[in-house]
Each structure stands twice: as C-alpha cells, then as structure tokens.
C-alpha cells in the first residue's frame, strides 16, 4: 500500500472513533453511568466525567459520521484519486461505540490509580479508544478489518492519533469547551 494511501486510509477509517469522545465534551452531562458508586478502594468507578448522555450521544454522532463519509467516499475518492474505505453497517457501531467504551475503561483505571476526574494519564489519555475501537470492530467485521487496517494502517493510526488528540483537545480547551488541555 502506498503511503498517501495508508494515511488517508488511517485517518477517514479512525474518523468515526474521533469524533464521539469530542462530542460526548458537547453534549456529555446528567447522570453519571457509575449511579455515584465507590469501588472498594474508596474512589468512584467511573466518576461523573463519563455520563450516559455522553456516551448515548458519543456513540449516536461517531455512527451518523460513519454513514455520511460512506455517502460521500465515492466523490472524494475519485477526487483525490485514492481508494477510500467503506464502511460495513457493523463498523458503523463498533468504531464509536469501541470508542466510548475504551474511554469509559480508561476512566476506571484511572480512578483505581487514585487520580481525581481530569487528571492526566499520558499516553492511555491518547490511545484508550483506539484499542478498544479497533479490537471490538476486528471482532465484529474480522474480513473487513483486516482488509482495511493493515500492519502499515495500525502504526499510522498509532503515531497520527495522540498527535490529533493532543491537537483537537488543545483547542477545546483554548475555546474553553474542556477543563483540561487533554
Ligand atoms: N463525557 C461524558 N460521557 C462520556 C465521556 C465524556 O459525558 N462517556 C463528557 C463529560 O462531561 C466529561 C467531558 O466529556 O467531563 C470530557 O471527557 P473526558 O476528558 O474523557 O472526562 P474527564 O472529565 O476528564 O474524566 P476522566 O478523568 O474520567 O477522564
Ligand atoms: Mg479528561
Ligand atoms: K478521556
């Protein structure tokens, strides 16, 4: 696979995970999925940072973003002169659900390593989604993911990822949208 290929692939096939954590800071709010519960260590399990609503809407945005680039892909493919992914329905699903749920384990990691809602966890901030994102949809659509996110698709997804975050989170933040630069 030619680079141009592999990154523009990486980027359109990761864009339906991008998106839900970006729009759960939007829409996210009300009550938390944890119901307010401890965990034995004292900590909350969640914290109030991971909201039903959030995760709902999260999940809802990631799905109809999946659906509209497959509605577009042909258009910009012949544009660009490079093929582009389409989405199975099960992807549709899988890549913002995996999404959210990857951030919702990582906010019980972080809670059991005592940090407060908020805090930093450098490098599990970055990637918490992509791996669940990726292992649910490989679960799901084996055939089609191996086709699409070869070893060259997984390291550019690994390298242009935290890179993006530390981006889109730096500027929710300066647009006062976040708490938290990350
Ligand atoms: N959010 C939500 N539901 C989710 C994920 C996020 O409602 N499943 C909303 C919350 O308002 C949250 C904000 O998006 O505060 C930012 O998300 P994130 O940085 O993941 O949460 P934090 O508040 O930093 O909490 P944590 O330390 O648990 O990551
Ligand atoms: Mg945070
Ligand atoms: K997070």
Avoid: C
């Avoid at 307010?36 to 609503?53: F, I, V």
């Avoid at 093929?83 to 913002?96: D, G, K, S, V």
């Amino acid at each position: 696979m030619h680079a141009v290929e592999a990154i523009v692939t990486a980027f359109w096939a990761m864009l339906p995970a991008y998106v839900p954590n970006n729009a759960a800071v939007l829409a996210g709010g009300g009550r938390p999925i944890d119901g307010g519960r401890t965990w034995r260590d004292g900590n909350r399990l969640l914290g109030d940072g991971k909201t039903w609503r959030g995760t709902a809407i999260g999940t809802i945005a990631g799905a109809a973003l999946a659906a509209a680039l497959n509605a577009v892909a042909p258009a910009v493919s012949g544009a660009i002169g490079v093929p582009i992914p389409r989405f199975p329905p099960l992807a549709l699903l899988t890549l913002p659900f995996g999404a959210m749920l990857g951030d919702i384990l990582a906010s019980f990691i972080k809670r059991r390593s005592g940090r407060e809602r908020g805090a930093a966890f450098p490098l599990l901030d970055q990637l918490d989604f992509v791996v669940v994102a990726l292992a649910l949809t490989a679960g799901a659509v084996p055939g089609w993911f191996r086709e699409t996110f070869t070893l060259t698709v997984v390291v550019v997804v690994l390298v242009l990822t935290p890179a993006l975050h530390v981006l889109t989170n730096g500027v929710a933040y300066l647009l006062d949208l976040k708490d938290e630069p990350w």
